[in-house]
């Protein structure tokens, strides 16, 4: 029976995963956060997972949970998210590289098995090759929150250097599905396009980006655990499939029969990188099943918001 933490379980892709987690009776879960920008209201309601409200950045504060369980293993998603949000909070988002050292510290003396990173695309930087490939690509981050990402990245390989403790780095690309924000691009399109509200695009709208519908995200890095795979490795979770922000907005429009209009503001002065387009082959190994499309997520979205009437 494994005990597994989930830090920032309370957001969109720890919540996801802690729901899937629960449904197989056998695991205890248990989750951490500290609600700055998650929400009680996203984690999933079942006998076997244990919410404790905590800040994984500060040591007196996670110490105890982990003396309280002996977990086998860790995902580690808490962090401040968004670029907006990353943005505007320099200094938060590199308090969470306290975090970071943390949870290696107690897992590395507690005798955790392997650790899951949720690194991101934004390491990359501006891309210098697309598809960008985890091991051919530079990293070339410059922005705070990409910064800590690679930071985070070489403390879980020095960890594994010094005290043998297995890791695998997940670098996510953008990930969607209907627990996300409001504040993230897809959400936001969407709850727009089906009140009829302009859609604003930063700039032309021809920077790129590749979405991954949450089921394939949490689909993969559960296969990984289960499969032992990609031990002490890294890997790019996300969707090849790469359009233009202009042509979401268009795409959003069309499926949900809005009357919006495209409005452009000035582009943002940085944070807004040009082109994120995944090299997968790694994920699909794992995952052995075709991704879910852009439009059958987009439609998934769709019917969950118009259920549960959140527009």
């Given at each position: ?54 800040d ?6 996670i ?26 909070n320099?200094?938060?988002?590199l308090d969470?590289i ?61 960890y594994?250097t ?18 996300q924000?409001?504040d ?65 907005a ?55 918001y ?5 527009v």
């Amino acid at each position: 029976m494994p005990n597994i933490l989930i830090t920032g379980g309370a957001g969109h892709i720890g919540s996801a995963m802690a729901l899937k987690l629960s449904q197989d009776s056998n695991n205890r879960i248990v989750i951490v956060d500290n609600l700055s920008t998650g929400n009680k209201s996203k984690i999933p309601s079942a006998k076997n997972i244990k919410f404790i409200k905590a800040d994984i950045n500060n040591y007196e504060d996670i110490v105890p949970v982990f003396g309280r369980y002996d977990f086998d293993f860790v995902f580690h998603y808490a962090a401040v998210v968004g670029v907006e949000r990353t943005l505007e909070n320099p200094i938060k988002v590199l308090d969470d590289i306290e975090g970071i050292k943390n949870i290696l510290s107690l897992s590395k003396n507690s005798g955790v098995k392997r650790v899951f990173y949720s690194s991101s695309s934004e390491v990359y930087g501006e891309p210098f090759e697309i598809p960008q490939n985890e091991k051919t690509t530079p990293l070339n981050s410059r922005l705070p929150y990409a910064i800590v990402k690679n930071v985070g990245e070489a403390f879980f390989k020095a960890y594994q250097t010094e005290y043998d403790l297995d890791y695998t780095i997940f670098r996510l690309f953008n990930t969607y599905g209907p627990n996300q924000s409001n504040d993230f691009v897809i959400p936001r399109f969407i709850r727009l396009a089906m009140n009829d509200q302009p859609i604003p695009v930063y700039g032309s709208g021809d920077q790129t980006r590749s979405f991954c519908y949450i089921d394939d995200n949490i689909d993969t890095c559960l296969s990984v655990m289960q499969s032992n795979t990609y031990v002490n490795d890294v890997l790019n979770v996300g969707n090849d499939n790469e359009l233009t922000i202009l042509e979401l907005a268009q795409k959003v429009i069309t499926i949900t029969e809005s009357k919006s209009e495209i409005i452009h503001l000035p582009a943002l002065k940085e944070g807004d990188m040009k082109r994120r387009c995944p090299d997968i082959t790694k994920m699909r190994n794992v995952l052995n099943r075709d991704l879910i499309t852009l439009e059958d997520g987009l439609a998934n979205m769709i019917h969950h918001y118009s259920v549960h009437k959140l527009v």
